[in-house]
């Protein structure tokens, strides 16, 4: 399996611009996670899906943050207008629950997205 | 609520020095997972171990082992031997049991290993 796959790697933007990241989850996986990386807040949540439904976006840090999942193989996270402070690295991740919603499978992460706003 | 401490920000060692990171969680639930995961600096995050909180036995895989213990809310992790390749920041979360509910990560410790 490809793994997790995100695009792109690098975006460098200017600030007020849209900015959309994208994800490919891991074919089978019903779970995705989109996480944000910064040096002064660690790794967010910012929001996750089950089958294609947004269960908990409560992470997501306001309105200029919005994610879709219009099937179970791609998602994306947008940022419209993007500001300085949105600097960071995007992770998304994905992982499957077995069966009687018990299991405790790990979340395999893709190699994030590393977004500059200028 | 959920909490993950690592206390060591920073550590830098010899190679084949052993090592050991720490991590303390709190919870009030009574069964969760824990997990470490690797991140070296190409940036992508490495799954390693997760642990059943109601299964307390030690694990060990090559130069890795995981020490769990339930009566101090601690899930250390040791790498015997460190290597070059073992420099990355290693994360430790927690999850609770049950349907899907978030990780909870701990801020990371960035391990150094110098030859």
């Known amino acids: 399996d490809a793994g997790v796959i995100q695009s792109p790697r690098h975006e460098v933007t200017e600030m007020g611009q849209e900015v959309t990241l994208r994800c490919k989850p891991i074919s089978g996986h019903d779970y995705l996670f989109w996480y944000r990386q910064t040096m002064m807040r660690g790794l967010e949540l910012l929001i996750y899906?089950?089958?294609?439904?947004?269960?908990?976006d409560s992470g997501m840090p306001e309105d200029r943050f919005s994610a879709k999942m219009p099937n179970a193989s791609f998602s994306t996270l947008k940022i419209q207008p993007s500001e300085p402070r949105d600097s960071a690295v995007y992770f998304c991740?994905?992982?499957?629950?077995?069966?009687?919603?018990?299991?405790?499978?790990?979340?395999?992460f893709g190699p994030g997205t590393r977004l500059t706003v200028l | 609520a959920q909490k993950v401490t690592q206390a060591q920000t920073e550590i830098s060692v010899v190679e084949k020095e052993d090592v050991t990171l720490d991590c303390v969680y709190e919870?009030?639930?009574?069964?969760?997972?824990l997990f470490w995961y690797k991140q070296p600096p190409s940036g992508e995050l490495v799954f390693l171990i997760r642990r059943n909180s109601f299964d307390e036995q030690n694990e060990i895989s090559g130069r890795y082992s995981w020490n769990f213990q339930k009566s101090t809310s601690s899930f250390n992790f040791t790498i015997t031997a460190s290597q070059v390749v073992d420099s990355a920041v290693y994360f430790c979360a927690l999850r609770k049991v049950g349907g899907y509910n978030k990780l909870i990560f701990g801020a990371g410790t960035r391990l150094a290993v110098h030859p």
């Open positions: 899906f089950n089958n294609n439904v947004p269960i908990d």
């Open positions: 919870t009030r639930d009574t069964t969760y997972y």
């Open positions: 991740a994905s992982s499957f629950l077995a069966g009687g919603g018990s299991s405790y499978n790990e979340q395999f």
